[in-house]
């Protein structure tokens, strides 16, 4: 047979020849009371955030310059 005209051969996936050294990658599980408390932060800060926005069009503490 020639180069050209040689079978193709099926592509097989073959098994690792070892494990991996480290060991398998495990996350470490979310407890109740952290996942409350960051949902309390986010909460707190929009709350803030809202609170600035609306003192703001209520009035500034910044002087303005009128020309």
């Given at each position: 047979m020639t180069a050209q005209h040689k079978e193709e051969q099926p592509d097989v996936q073959?098994?690792?020849?070892?494990t991996d050294?480290?060991?398998?990658?495990t996350l470490p599980a979310r407890s109740k009371i952290g996942a409350r408390a960051?949902?309390?932060?986010?909460t707190v800060?929009?709350?803030?955030?809202a609170a600035a926005v609306a003192a703001s069009?209520?009035?500034s503490t910044w002087p303005t310059?009128?020309?």
């Open positions: 073959q098994a690792p020849e070892g050294p480290l060991g398998p990658i960051m949902a309390l932060v986010g800060g929009l709350s803030a955030f069009d209520l009035g310059i009128e020309a």
